[in-house]
């Protein structure tokens, strides 16, 4: 029997009058890649901060590895690994030192890190550039890493929030690769993007207009439901509505 590892019930977030999240149910399978999308605006990154154990909801229930939203945010916080554009590594930490400092923060041994941050290293093909400050990679470059380092702990999830923006397809393919092996070692993986093309690589798709989830289904089943050739052609016919735009 498939477990979720990720169950929401009619969660809501309002910031005063307005309803940013409008009562979300959707549950999510141990190893599943879950592509979480919507217009900018639409409230996923609200939704995503409620599921992290960063942001307690307004109302309705949510279980994260098993964990209460409301009453166990520390220990979601322990079972999952985060990625945003916005909160990422230490530009002015070299490679080494950034998946020191998280490998601490996500509480591992000496020993673990050391062991780790070798095998991360070589995996990445980073070894000329351990010792270099992060900011003077290349930003696709930069995104891997920091993927990397999110899943150092194996968590159960990984949150993931627009991780690609700004690179080419290329450097794109390469990130879902490493989202793919995360996967296959049962690391389930829950992530944003705009990229359509990557709506096809996920397991399945939720589809948010305005708060709201309007479509929730693998993209093979959207594309039919929908009478569409590509996710791309979803995603327009669902969000040409939407009155939130920024
Ligand atoms: N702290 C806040 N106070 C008031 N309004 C907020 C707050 N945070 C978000 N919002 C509003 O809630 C709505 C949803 O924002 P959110 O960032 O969740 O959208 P999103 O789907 O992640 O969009 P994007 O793709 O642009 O990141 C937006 O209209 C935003 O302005």
Redesign the pocket.
């Known amino acids: 029997m498939k477990e979720a590892v990720i169950k929401t019930e009619n969660l809501t977030k309002r910031?005063?009058d307005?309803i940013?999240?409008n009562a979300i149910t959707l549950e999510v399978y141990t190893g599943e890649i879950f592509g979480f999308l919507?217009?900018?605006?639409?409230?996923?990154?609200?939704?995503?901060?409620m599921l992290c154990g960063l942001s307690i909801p307004s109302s309705g229930n949510a279980t994260i590895a098993g964990y209460d939203v409301y009453r166990e945010t520390e220990r979601i916080k322990k079972n999952i690994g985060y990625m945003s554009q916005k909160f990422s590594l230490y530009e002015d930490l070299t490679v080494l030192e950034n998946i020191r400092f998280f490998g601490g923060i996500y509480g591992l041994s000496d020993d673990e890190i050391a062991r780790k941050s070798d095998a991360l290293i070589t995996q990445l093909g980073l070894q000329n550039e351990a010792k270099k400050l992060v900011s003077g990679l290349p930003l696709g470059w930069k995104q891997k890493l920091s993927f990397s380092v999110a899943v150092l702990h194996q968590p159960k999830i990984v949150f993931l929030?627009?991780p690609t923006g700004g690179v080419d397809p290329v450097t794109r393919r390469q990130f879902w690769n490493l989202i793919y092996d995360a996967a296959e070692k049962g690391v389930t993986v829950f992530v944003?993007t705009?990229y359509m093309d990557e709506a096809e690589y996920c397991n399945r798709v939720s589809i948010?207009v305005d708060?709201k989830i309007e479509a929730l289904d693998t993209p093979h089943n959207l594309k039919k439901k929908f009478n569409a050739f590509s996710m791309d052609e979803v995603f327009y016919q669902l969000a040409r509505g939407a009155k939130?735009a920024?």
């Open positions: 910031f005063g307005f940013a999240t919507g217009a900018n605006g639409a409230g996923k990154t609200t939704a995503m901060r929030d627009e944003t705009h948010m708060g939130r920024e």
